[in-house]
Structures are given as C-alpha cells and as structure tokens.
C-alpha cells in the first residue's frame, strides 16, 4: 500500500528557511505528480506546490512564489519543499500528496495518497 512519510519542519524566525522531506513507499511514485499542500488552525487545506511526474512542470501558489522550491529524487522516492524567507502567515501544518490524475493538479481533490502532516511554525 502506497504510504508517505514526512520529515522537516519546526519552529524558525521569520525570514528564516525550512525543509520539508517527504518519502514515498510501497507505489510506483516515478508515475505520478507530486504536491504540497498546507492548513492553518480554522482555514481550509490549500495548495502550495506541485511537480510533474516528468519533473517538467511546476506550480506555485502565488503566496509562496519565489520563496519556496519544489524538487524529487526518483532514485530515492523522495520529495522536498524548501522554504526560504519565512513568513508568520506561512505557519500551518504542511502535507504531501501524490497524485495520478492529469496535469495541473492543484486541489486536494486531486490527490488519493496524504503524508501524516508536519507542523511549520514561523513566529519570533
């Protein structure tokens, strides 16, 4: 059964950098896109950041634009969010995804495998 784990996150300053490890196990991940999403205490789960499964495409939430970077290691199953220039309106519990549904995939409805969740803490 397809499974992911995460590792990362933590308590930073604001402007400071994280990143977010996710390890894939138990499915052919090479296949399939893969996606960051966050939820705020009270809010919705909301997008971040997806990669194609070709690694040839990318999609950003404008929020985080510029500041962080999506990246996979298919000889590892592994994927990363690099956070950089941290913000207090970035502090949420982060997810991984995977997704095998078409290009873009940016709703959480196109996501089937969820990692369990980390807790991203920007605050001075």
């Known amino acids: 059964q397809a499974q992911l784990v995460q590792s990362g996150g933590g308590s930073v300053q604001p402007g400071g950098s994280l990143r977010l490890s996710c390890a894939a196990s138990g499915g052919t991940f090479i296949f399939a896109h893969m996606g960051w999403f966050r939820q705020a205490p009270g809010k919705g789960r909301e997008f971040v950041a997806a990669l194609s499964r070709s690694g040839g495409q990318i999609n950003y939430a404008d929020s985080v634009k510029g500041r962080f970077t999506i990246s996979r290691d298919d000889t590892k199953n592994m994927v990363y969010l690099q956070m950089n220039s941290l913000k207090p309106e970035d502090s949420a519990v982060y997810y991984c995804?995977?997704?095998?549904?078409?290009?873009?995939?940016?709703?959480?409805?196109?996501?089937?495998?969820w990692g369990q969740g980390t807790q991203v803490t920007v605050s001075a």
């Open positions: 995804a995977v997704s095998r549904q078409t290009w873009p995939v940016i709703n959480t409805n196109n996501y089937s495998v």
